[in-house]
């Protein structure tokens, strides 16, 4: 017997993506591209595209918040019960403090999203007043042992961490972390759907 489809998303459809599991799909593929962009190195790329990725890695971690609380309000409802908050649900105003209070609980729940959320809006306002102090991203440059592809002994390869209260953490471990808590709050929640995968680059003729 086949899967119920989910009720209708509240999330404009963009380019096909409008349910939250889309936004974790979306997640899964950019800590892929960004372990690729550190790991394998090639004559064509000119820029440091790991830099670019892990940003919007960060920003698609973070704002999965915004798209499970505007999907629905039985989605709502879920996260309000599951965290302990009210809301009010018939204002825009009372639907906005409501996220604010999903965010907020979200933080304090699970150290890593509390960290993407950093990264994300860094990388977006840049005076941002409630920056965490305590957290820090930076870059490392540690030579090559040995040849690997295009790289030779001694070249500088790109390393990416992440500074929490001085604890040094590979920014790929928090994203993969991360991505786990949703993909775990999701399935918890009845959230992930076998109908709402997106379809593949190519759809057999035959099917």
């Not at 820029?47 to 892990?54: D, S």
């Not at 409501?98 to 304090?108: A, I, P, T």
């Not at 991360?178 to 759907?193: F, T």
């Amino acid at each position: 017997m086949a899967a119920e489809a989910p009720p209708p998303s509240d999330i404009p459809n963009v380019f096909g993506m409008n349910e939250p599991q889309h936004m974790l799909t979306k997640l899964y593929v950019e800590i892929h591209d960004l372990s690729n962009s550190l790991s394998v190195w090639t004559k064509s790329e000119s820029f440091p595209r790991p830099l670019f990725i892990v940003w919007n890695t960060a920003m698609t971690a973070w704002h999965i918040t915004d798209w499970l609380w505007a999907s629905k309000q039985t989605t709502r409802d879920m996260l309000s019960k599951k965290f302990g908050f009210d809301y009010i649900e018939d204002t825009i105003s009372g639907r906005e403090k409501g996220l604010s209070k999903f965010q907020n609980s979200v933080r304090e729940a699970f150290r890593e999203l509390h960290v993407c959320r950093e990264l994300a809006n860094a990388s977006k306002h840049m005076r941002l007043k409630s920056n965490d102090p305590d957290i820090r991203a930076e870059v490392e440059w540690h030579e090559a042992k040995e040849a690997v592809g295009e790289v030779k002994v001694g070249d500088l390869i790109m390393n990416l961490f992440v500074f929490d209260k001085g604890e040094k953490t590979d920014v790929q471990l928090i994203l993969i972390e991360a991505a786990g808590y949703w993909e775990k709050l999701l399935r918890d929640e009845g959230l992930l759907s076998k109908d709402a995968v997106l379809p593949s680059k190519v759809i057999p003729a035959n099917q």
